[in-house]
């Protein structure tokens, strides 16, 4: 591994001491939330300009491997979490699964109410049908990281209040406790920022870049038997989706401008 700037090389400085500094984090002597030096200190330690640190950190900044906080300094970022997003009707559960990760849910909330306006519209049942709602702070590798809200009609899963979810898949307990298997869905992503209430849940600042993930999922009798609106963390969460071309497919949609 490079440890010093190779004057007689080639290679640009920046480009040296970017590679000096990936070293070094997949060595692990600098981990996802550690400080990086200061500039002024950097350049001192590899005898560089401070043009050639900021370049060096410019790139890996553009690369997500660093984050700058103003009047904090320069951290190591966290890897972010990938999720399938249209590809599969999976839930987060089975995603983080499947790659290794550990997933916990703080359950905040788990009872019936009457569902309003919007739920009613999703869920294609009337306003004030009874659902069920669940609430659910995700945790990923035991850091916060989604706040999700879920809607099932309580005709669907009438024993759903008293299932433990902290540690359990909904879909996995929706088809194996209650013989509910989904079979179709929609799913829509957009950007919003982070509400106080929401920043607080989430450990991140009043205003932060989230992604609002929103899915209503169908069953196999054609009815729709859950809904979710997701808030994932924008600095920890990449959505992932696989494409294919189908010959004679009318067109579709993939983006819907807003005002």
Not at 43 to 50: A, D, F, H, L, N
Not at 235 to 252: C, H, I, K, T
Request: hydrophobic share 40%; net charge negative.
């Amino acid at each position: 591994m490079q440890s010093s700037i190779d004057r007689s090389s080639l290679l640009p400085f920046y480009h040296q001491l970017k590679q000096i500094l990936l070293g070094e984090m997949e060595s692990r002597e600098l981990k996802p939330g550690d400080r990086l030096p200061g500039d002024h200190e950097l350049c001192e330690r590899y005898g560089v300009s401070r043009t050639v640190v900021r370049q060096a950190l410019a790139e890996l900044e553009s690369e997500g491997v660093i984050e700058r906080i103003k009047g904090r300094g320069t951290f190591v970022a966290h890897p972010k979490t990938p999720e399938g997003l249209v590809q599969s009707l999976t839930g987060l559960y089975e995603d983080v699964a499947a790659r290794g990760g550990h997933l916990r849910s703080q359950v905040r909330r788990l009872e019936v109410v009457p569902a309003d306006a919007q739920v009613a519209g999703a869920l294609d049942v009337p306003p004030g049908h009874p659902v069920i709602v669940i609430e659910r702070l995700r945790f990923v590798e035991e850091e916060p990281w989604v706040l999700t809200i879920t809607h099932v009609p309580q005709e669907v899963a009438p024993g759903l209040v008293d299932e433990d979810l902290t540690q359990e898949s909904l879909y996995a307990l929706l088809e194996g406790r209650f013989g509910v298997r989904l079979v179709q869905g929609r799913r829509s992503v957009e950007a919003a920022v982070a509400s106080t209430e929401l920043a607080r849940s989430l450990g991140v600042n009043r205003g932060a870049p989230v992604l609002v993930l929103r899915s209503v999922s169908v069953g196999e009798q054609g009815r729709p038997v859950e809904s979710f609106v997701a808030f994932h963390r924008g600095d920890r969460s990449r959505f992932e989706v696989e494409l294919s071309r189908r010959q004679g497919a009318p067109p579709r949609p993939l983006m819907i401008v807003t005002d």
